[in-house]
Each structure stands twice: as structure tokens, then as C-alpha cells.
């Protein structure tokens, strides 16, 4: 393998056979293949695209880098769910124990924030105590014993990814359909799943803002996952406006809970349900969607499923009692209220501005190394389309000192607009994409503030 050859090959627009996608990953894993070329190799695929093979042959070659979470001796369904990230969407802290409490194992794995999105590891290591990385042997122990386990991508796990990933984003190649799809693949297909429901965003906030490029992107996975015998199933949702009201790492643990205790808000639970439904249909538990709602509702308001969040937390060494008392929680120590500036109709709560406020307080990422503050955030109480009035508490910044609070109201002065007119807004849930059709789906825009019980 003459890896300059392979290189100019992709750069002028050809394609690279399975078997030399194979050697390259694994010579590249090994450390015989320095980072300049693969780099190099990166940004052509980046302009060049790859063909279906190409995106099977490296999916391939990375899920083969390194171990699998070995369920096949359970027979029943394993699903998990995988964002394609966004502000304030915390579904995964929601559905991983609803889903287990409804008796459907999860083993889910996720990732850290980075830029303007953030991750569920975050999320779930603001809980005092809680700890992401398990061991796949740990992982497998947890599931047998409770349905659940949340972790993140192990050195086990698609080890060639992780290496290719970090090389990715630091040199402009993230960007790309095939490679996304084939390093969330190669991951989620390790867990050993019977299924996969992914949340594709789209709107402003999302990852790949055109709507057209996050269809590909899901059909590429959903291609990936049915060639390899896991069904996939993407819902397209909106993050045109953060998800729910609570940005940052424990602030959304506490809505979470809030949510699994009952309480949810309405754009949250819109999507959270939606989600949830086409979870339970892959995994055959419920006759219809109709079903798959009342069985959820019912697995919140019995309880069952914030014991089962109690028993996630507990296993993987955490507080359990913030389950019951989200107080105990990491808290900001400064709390500022955020007012309109005047009477209007909010016309937009942008979420990249809200993401990259978060990591301007603290609570993101730059870099990989960077250490998160779990406190910092906002709590954001309007949605376009609502109407304030002038002195009205909005949005509450939650700040590690005065010098955050000010950063904070200037990342909502730039971040919500108010004026007099009606503005469009995405639907919550605008397409369902499975590896035969697109659905368009009819779900009207939020027009309000979102309704919630949580508290501020
Ligand atoms: N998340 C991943 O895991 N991989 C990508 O390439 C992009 C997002």
C-alpha cells in the first residue's frame, strides 16, 4: 500500500477499493500511517465524497479496530438512540431509563459537547459521583442487572474512530456525510443492537443546517445500520430554537428529571415521546404509536421510570438522590434574571448563540482537553412566537461569578430577538426516514411559550 498513491487517487476523484480502505484504517490504527497523510487523505474524501462501498468499507474496517459489546445471548430487542446533536436536547438523559423502565434493554452510548452542541457525558458527569467510563465488561454486568448502561466510547470501542475523529476536527474534515456516518456507525453498531432510532436536527443549531445534507446523512446511517443487520429508524427535529428550556450540563440533568418526575416542557416532550415511540415500535413492545405514548406516560407518572433513573445513577456511582432532590445538583453561584427589553412577540431564540454562550460561561468545550464547568448555562423561558412584555423575567443565566452573569446577558441580547410580527418556526418533528420511505409528518410549529411545570 503506497498511501501518496491512494491520496492523489481520491484527490482527482476516484475511489478506493474495500480492501485498501481495510489495510489503511488498520495500518493508520497501528501508528504506520503518519497524521499528514491521512489528513491529506481527510479533506480529499472531505471534497471528493465517497461512494456506498467506500462508506461500508471504512464503517467496516472501524467497527472491526476494536471490541464489541457481545449481547447475542440475550434474546430479546437492544436499542439505543443517537442525536446528531444540538442545544438543549437532552432526550438521551430522558429516554435511556424511560425505555429500560418499559423493559427494553439500552445500552447506550454517547459523546462529549463539542462547539456549539452539547453531550450527554457532560450532562451525566454533572450528577455528583457519576461516572461514564465503564468498562465493556462493566457495561454488559449493568445491562443484565438493570436494563441500562451509560457510557461513553471506551479505548475498546472503535478505537480507530476515536483516533480518526480527533484528527478530523483539527483539520476542518468533520463535515463530511460518509465519514460522519461511518464513525457514529461503527460505534453505535459495536453496542450489539437489535435497532437504532436517530434524531437528525435541523435548523440553524444543527450540526449540517441544511436540511437536504441531514436527510443524507440519516440515509447514509440508515443504509449502514440495515446492510448490518440493525434496523434504523430517523426522526428529523427541529433546532431552529434550543430543545425544552434548560442549556447546560446540570441544569438539563435537573429538567431531565423534572421531566421523568413528571414535569416536562411541551417541546421536550413532543420530541422525547416521538422518539421514544419509534423506539418501542423497532423493538416490538407496543402495537402502535398510540400505545407506545400511553405506555410511557403511564412508566412517568407510576414512577417507574425515575426509579430507573435512580438505579442508572446509583450503579454508575453517582448521587441518587438527586433524583428526589435536584437541589443537591451543582449549582451556579451566581443567578441572574434575564427581562425583555420591551413589549413584543419573540421572533427567535438562536441556538448556536445560546450553545457558544455556554462554552463562553465555562460549561463547553474548545478543545477535547478543556474542563467544563457542570453549573453554568441558561434557563430560557420563551420560544418564537410568544408574547412578553416589557420587565418580564425570560431567561436566567446561571454564571461562576459577576463577570459570567454579564457574559451571559450579552449572549441573550444576541440570542433572542423581539419584535411585532409572527414568525415561521420548523415543525418539532418534520420527517420520519426508514430505509424504504421519507414521511413528511405534520406536526404545526410551537407558537408559545413553552408550557412547563419545571421550575425555573
Ligand atoms: N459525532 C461522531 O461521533 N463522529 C462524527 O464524525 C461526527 C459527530
Redesign the pocket.
Known amino acids: 500500500m503506497i498511501v501518496p498513491r491512494l491520496i492523489e487517487r481520491k484527490r482527482d476523484g476516484g475511489s478506493l477499493a474495500a480492501d485498501e480502505w481495510r489495510d489503511l484504517i488498520h495500518a493508520y490504527s497501528a501508528g504506520d500511517v503518519p497524521d499528514y497523510q491521512m489528513a491529506a487523505l481527510m479533506m480529499a474524501v472531505f471534497f471528493r465524497g465517497m461512494t456506498r462501498g467506500e462508506t461500508e468499507a471504512i464503517t467496516d474496517a472501524m467497527l472491526s479496530s476494536g471490541a464489541r459489546l457481545d449481547l447475542s445471548d440475550m434474546t430479546g430487542p437492544r436499542l439505543d438512540k443517537h442525536s446528531t446533536?444540538g442545544v438543549g436536547d437532552k432526550v438521551s438523559l430522558i429516554l435511556a431509563p424511560l425505555i429500560a423502565a418499559l423493559g427494553v434493554p439500552v445500552p447506550m452510548m454517547s459523546?462529549r459537547g463539542l462547539g456549539h452542541t452539547g453531550g450527554t457525558l457532560d450532562k451525566l458527569e454533572a450528577i455528583p459521583g457519576f461516572r461514564t467510563d465503564l468498562s465493556l465488561a462493566a457495561a454488559r454486568a449493568q445491562l443484565d442487572r438493570i436494563g441500562c448502561a451509560l457510557i461513553g466510547q471506551t479505548g475498546e470501542i472503535a478505537p480507530a474512530?476515536r483516533k480518526l475523529?480527533a484528527l478530523?476536527d483539527a483539520t476542518g474534515t468533520?463535515e463530511s456525510i460518509p465519514?460522519?456516518s461511518a464513525?457514529?456507525m461503527s460505534?453505535k453498531l459495536a453496542e450489539g443492537l437489535t435497532g437504532l432510532v436517530l434524531d437528525i436536527k435541523s435548523g440553524s443549531g444543527a450540526?449540517l443546517p441544511a436540511l437536504d445534507r441531514e436527510i443524507d446523512l440519516a440515509k447514509t446511517m440508515i443504509e449502514l445500520g440495515h446492510d448490518r443487520g440493525c434496523p434504523v429508524v430517523a426522526l428529523v427535529t427541529a433546532m431552529d430554537r434550543p430543545l425544552g428550556n434548560a442549556c447546560g450540563n446540570a441544569i438539563e440533568v435537573r429538567e431531565s428529571i423534572e421531566f421523568l418526575r413528571g414535569a416536562p416542557p411541551a417541546d421536550l416532550a413532543t420530541v422525547t415521546y416521538a422518539l421514544g415511540a419509534e423506539m418501542l415500535l423497532l423493538a416490538g413492545v407496543c402495537t402502535d404509536r398510540e400505545d407506545a405514548h400511553a405506555q410511557m406516560r403511564d412508566a412517568i407518572t407510576s414512577g417507574r421510570a425515575a426509579d430507573r433513573f435512580r438505579a442508572i445513577v446509583a450503579a454508575q456511582g453517582g448521587d441518587q438522590r438527586v433524583v428526589d432532590d435536584v437541589t443537591l445538583l451543582p449549582s451556579a453561584p451566581v443567578k441572574m434574571e434575564y427581562r425583555a427589553a420591551r413589549d413584543g412577540i419573540i421572533q427567535s431564540v438562536t441556538p448556536r448563540v445560546i450553545g457558544h454562550g455556554i462554552v463562553a460561561l465555562g460549561g463547553g468545550r474548545r478543545t477535547m482537553r478543556d474542563v467544563v464547568d457542570p453549573r453554568v448555562g441558561f434557563d430560557v423561558f420563551v420560544k418564537p412566537n410568544a408574547v412578553v412584555t416589557e420587565g418580564e423575567v425570560i431567561a436566567i443565566v446561571h454564571a461562576a461569578d459577576s463577570s459570567g452573569s454579564d457574559v451571559g446577558r450579552r449572549v441573550l441580547d444576541e440570542a433572542i430577538a423581539i419584535g411585532d410580527a409572527q414568525v415561521e418556526t420548523l415543525p418539532l418533528v418534520s420527517h420520519r426516514i426508514t430505509s424504504s420511505a421519507i414521511e413528511l409528518l405534520h406536526q404545526p410549529a410551537s407558537r408559545a411559550r413553552s408550557s412547563t411545570g419545571s421550575s425555573r
Open positions: 446533536g459523546g474512530d475523529y478530523r468533520v465519514l460522519i464513525s457514529i460505534k450540526f
